[in-house]
Structure formats: structure tokens, C-alpha cells
């Protein structure tokens, strides 16, 4: 399939990213910002040892879930004021 042919698709309510940035930009500029500054630090040395390994993969796991339930935590607080929805 030559990329001409490639149609990108979002799910979900495709106004909501500028609608609840403009809303909330201080969460998207500033506190996401800080969590992955943080995440950046504190998994920037190397390790040689398996077991530390995979505390580290589960530990980047866990913080991109933090991100993604921040960012749906934003997305229903957003609703909730424009929609009226419970």
C-alpha cells in the first residue's frame, strides 16, 4: 500500500484534543511535561541485572498509565462541563 493510499483514523471525538488543550493547557503543558522529565531521570542509567530489568519495564508501564488516566481523568471532567453527561 504506497502511503498516497494511507488514510490516518483517530477513535473518539475528533475535536477533543484542541478542545480540552485549550481548556486545560496548563496539564498539557506543564504536568505531563514534568512526568516524563521525571520518567526520563529516573530510568536514564543503565542496568545489567534481568531482575532490574523488569522492575524498570513495569515501572514505565505503570507511569504511562498514570499519563493515560490523567488524560481520560481531563477528558471526563471536560465532558462533564460541556456536555452535562454523569
Not at 503543558?29 to 543503565?46: H, M, Q, W, Y
Amino acid at each position: 500500500m504506497s502511503s498516497a493510499s494511507q488514510q490516518l483514523v483517530s477513535v473518539g471525538y475528533p475535536d477533543f484534543w484542541q478542545r480540552v488543550h485549550d481548556q486545560f493547557p496548563t496539564f498539557f503543558d506543564s504536568a505531563t511535561v514534568d512526568l516524563i522529565e521525571i520518567g526520563n531521570t529516573a530510568f536514564r542509567k543503565p542496568l545489567a541485572e534481568p531482575l532490574h530489568k523488569v522492575a524498570r519495564h513495569l515501572a514505565r508501564m505503570i507511569g504511562n498509565s498514570l499519563n493515560s488516566v490523567s488524560i481520560l481523568r481531563a477528558k471526563w471532567v471536560w465532558r462533564r462541563r460541556n456536555e452535562g453527561c454523569s
